[in-house]
């Protein structure tokens, strides 16, 4: 059997190693070893991963190799490495949410539901990634286990709080890898790393045995290189899941099948007004993206400011009440930056936070309009490029903000109200930036159809870091 | 002839309604506060305040229904 050199598969796409691995040309085994070295060589740099499964990895690609010998059919995902944030129960694990307090906790007992369901597709789980504490950052920082680094200039931050499985994707240790997404959590390190994210309409894929944060806002979703690879996993994790008691009840609706049909017939409007990009490297983004696609209005969402406060409020004080006990028991052992967002959280006026969930309730409703009209729209997803590791502020036109309140600006408004998105990379030298295709609720299927159809055009791309 | 008083720490800062409110909420939560994180509490309190007055001020009717439990 032929088997493809391990420095060959470095920046491979899941479809491309599902292929390698269907047809021969390479055996799971030698894929996820290869992925396994590459992990050992860069990621004392990169700081992305908190744990690597290793034996469990290479039993798991084995298999996939037997079935293949046993002439057996092979899942969607054969062979395919990836890892998850390490809020991802994850058998034998600790599951660290990014915190110091969590590492006392015993073992989980059996994984995420999204892993077994990607594992059932052929996938192969190699590991853990770092993350923000309690995933209350957009950072990519961790005062406990350091911060994750950008691939693209190690100096600058990952993003947040999905940091390692941005910067994991980014670097190329693993074609795929899940994160969570409260208020922009994949699709910041999407931009800033430079990759693709799906953060999939609030409901759609199951949270079953992850650590929480914020009950009312948090979704999971894919990170990938490709728009075909993001369908193809998002396609394995669809499926209604009585463990989670958000999960919808909705059919699997299958996306791969229907990517070629890219922008076709589809009306795409710019997001105006709040959404108005802010710095040379937006609105450039913005402007290749909306051409290509062809969308020449813009369009008001009303009340985005007021929605990011509703956002903000929200989680400020569900994720305080998720976490009051640990703060009176063990409040040292919290990073203090997160320790004192939280405690302040603790003191929100419950009579505003009850006004967000009203007002939550009317925003979702004027934008669901928005949609009679158009069919996607597009929004930066972060206000700048990466900043570097340790930095406080950032300038958004003449003002000068806190960077880890704020990388979010553009993301939480549709995340508040569980809109699909996928954050796509336009590959800007020396930084790349994201760029957000948001449509209807239920319409992952648009998003990244546009998605792919950007990146067929050579618009949008996941570039592998410069030697 | 006048005696010079030397301080031992810095004289404390004036304490407004954010500063009571903190103390309040952190006794009734049963919340213990170091001396030294109260800054960035308030800091973090007065900004989520700031959120909260904006969406205070939009006017709802008084039928509107909560979202806790979300359905996109």
């Not at chain 1, 290869?34 to 469990?56: G, H, M, Y």
């Not at chain 1, 890898?177 to 693709?196: E, K, M, Q, Y």
């Not at chain 1, 062809?294 to 369009?299: E, K, Q």
């Not at chain 1, 929200?314 to 997160?338: K, M, Q, Y």
Request: proline share 7%; net charge negative.
């Amino acid at each position: 059997m032929l088997d493809v050199p391990a420095t060959d598969l470095d920046f491979s796409t899941a479809t491309d190693i599902v292929a390698a691995v269907a047809s021969g040309h390479s055996t799971a085994l030698s894929i996820v070893e290869a992925a396994l070295a590459r992990i050992r060589e860069r990621d004392p740099v990169l700081n992305s991963f908190t744990a690597v499964t290793e034996q469990r990895a290479l039993l798991r690609a084995e298999a996939v190799d037997a079935t293949r010998a046993r002439g057996e059919a092979l899942g969607p995902l054969a062979g395919v490495p990836f890892a998850v944030k390490n809020l991802f129960d994850v058998s034998g694990l600790p599951t660290l949410a990014g915190s110091k307090i969590n590492r006392d906790m015993p073992p989980a007992t059996r994984d995420a539901a999204l892993i077994e369901r990607l594992e059932a597709a052929g996938a192969v789980l190699v590991g853990a990634l770092n993350m923000g504490e309690y995933a209350y950052d957009f950072t990519g920082e961790n005062i406990h286990d350091g911060a994750s680094r950008n691939p693209h200039d190690h100096e600058r931050m990952s993003g947040g709080s999905s940091g390692g499985s941005g910067a994991a994707v980014g670097g190329g240790l693993v074609p795929l890898a899940l994160g969570s997404d409260t208020n922009g959590s994949i699709r910041v390190p999407s931009s800033l790393c430079g990759i693709f994210g799906l953060k999939p309409t609030f409901g759609r894929l199951t949270r079953a045995r992850t650590f929480p944060f914020v009950a009312s806002l948090d979704h999971l979703g894919p990170f990938a290189r490709t728009a075909r690879d993001l369908a193809l996993a998002y396609d394995a994790m669809q499926g209604f899941d009585a463990e989670d008691p958000t999960c919808a009840s909705r059919p699997v609706e299958p996306v791969a099948p229907v990517l070629e049909q890219g922008a076709h017939g589809l009306r795409v409007a710019v997001a105006a007004g709040y959404f108005k990009c802010n710095s040379g490297e937006t609105c450039y983004a913005i402007d290749r993206v909306s051409a290509a696609l062809g969308a020449n209005r813009d369009i008001e969402i009303p009340e985005a400011q007021r929605a990011r406060s509703a956002a903000f409020i929200i989680t400020a004080s569900e994720g305080a009440s998720l976490h009051l006990n640990r703060l009176r028991a063990r409040a040292l052992d919290f990073d203090p930056a997160v320790r004192d967002r939280l405690i302040a959280g603790a003191m929100t006026p419950a009579s505003l936070v009850v006004k967000a969930q009203k007002f939550r309730r009317w925003y979702r409703d004027q934008v669901a309009k928005l949609f009679d009209e158009v069919d996607a729209i597009i929004a930066p997803a972060t206000p700048c490029t990466a900043p570097l590791i340790g930095q406080q502020t950032f300038m958004f036109g003449d003002t000068e903000l806190p960077v880890r309140a704020n990388l979010g600006l553009y993301t939480q408004p549709i995340s508040f109200i569980g809109l699909p998105v996928v954050a796509v990379p336009v590959p800007l030298v020396p930084l790349p930036i994201g760029v957000q295709i948001i449509a209807a609720p239920w319409r992952e299927d648009i998003a990244l159809r546009l998605a792919h159809a950007l990146e067929v055009k050579g618009v949008v791309a996941a570039m592998p870091p410069a030697p | 002839m006048k005696r010079k008083v030397i301080r031992n720490s810095p004289p404390a800062p004036k304490r407004d309604s954010i500063d009571s409110l903190i103390i309040a909420n952190a006794q009734a939560l049963g919340l213990t506060l170091d001396p030294s994180w109260e800054a960035s509490v308030k800091f973090n309190l007065q900004l989520i305040l700031r959120h909260a007055a904006l969406v205070d001020d939009f006017s709802l009717p008084d039928d509107a229904e909560p979202a806790e439990i979300f359905h996109a």
